[in-house]
């Protein structure tokens, strides 16, 4: 039985070349015709089906200031521009875009849930329920009851955490949180519906709680004695607080004095 013959190297080499260069050709024919398949009529994209949260936002007014800025068709449309053109619509926090064959776009938009203001009083800046501060205009919203926060760049989630935590302290009182800031230093500063404005100082959520619990006990006690209505407090106070009621200053009264140093 004969020995099957051996092909010299640079022969082997020549071969194994020819295959590359075949399946090179092959490759570059199949692109080509998925470039030349992809332009043809047959893909065009006809429409865009948006669906979701549309409270604040006309789904064809949507569609048409989108499509201004699409380029290409069904199948080679940038799904992340058209993302990104969407979230740019006033109120749109999350929208997510997909193919629908053979000619359509299906986009499901996922609004802004507006819990607070934030800012200075009149910016046009909302936090919603993510804590996540956007843009919008405030006349869009439904209710003029939000609460106004404020706060360092970054910092709104916790913000919004504190507030949702010492509004339901608050209420006790028979009164609304209307607004929380926190400055730059660290520390908090509220004022309520009634007008009153309460300097809580430094310190975690738990720290706060504790200093506004101690001043509710007291302030209203206060309070309906002179039947007042609390105007100023401030909480720093490692042990007390000092309480200003309207018309009465803490040095009118040596039951006003106390609430300095009494825990």
Not at 72 to 94: Q, S
Not at 169 to 181: A, G, H, N, R, S
Not at 219 to 230: E, K, M, T, W
Request: net charge neutral.
């Amino acid at each position: 039985m004969s020995q099957p013959v051996s092909l010299p190297p640079d022969v082997r080499l020549m071969n194994a070349f020819s295959a590359v260069l075949g399946w090179v050709f092959a490759c570059m024919l199949l692109a080509l015709a998925a470039m030349w398949l992809a332009r043809q009529p047959l893909f065009s994209l006809d429409a865009i089906r948006v669906q979701g949260d549309l409270t604040h936002n006309n789904a064809a007014t949507l569609r048409a200031n989108v499509a201004s800025k699409l380029a290409g068709n069904f199948l080679t449309a940038d799904l992340d521009v058209t993302r990104a053109a969407f979230e740019t619509a006033p109120w749109v926090r999350r929208a997510v875009v997909q193919r629908e064959f053979p000619h359509r776009l299906k986009v499901v938009l996922q609004e802004h849930k507006a819990v607070a203001y934030w800012g200075p009083e009149g910016d046009a800046r909302l936090v919603n329920n993510f804590g996540e501060v956007f843009e919008a205009n405030p006349g869009d919203i439904e209710t003029e009851e939000l609460p106004l926060l404020n706060g360092p760049e970054g910092k709104a989630p916790l913000v919004l955490q504190t507030y949702q935590q010492l509004s339901l302290l608050f209420e006790e009182m028979d009164t609304v949180l209307e607004q929380l800031q926190l400055s730059r230093q660290g520390s908090w500063r509220a004022q309520l519906d009634s007008g009153a404005v309460i300097q809580l100082g430094h310190g975690s959520i738990s720290e706060l709680q504790a200093r506004i619990r101690r001043f509710i006990v007291t302030a209203n006690q206060l309070s309906l004695r002179f039947g007042r209505d609390v105007e100023s407090a401030d909480l720093r106070y490692p042990n007390g607080y000092a309480l200003k009621l309207r018309g009465v200053t803490t040095g009118d009264s040596a039951d006003a004095q106390a609430l300095k140093k009494k825990r």
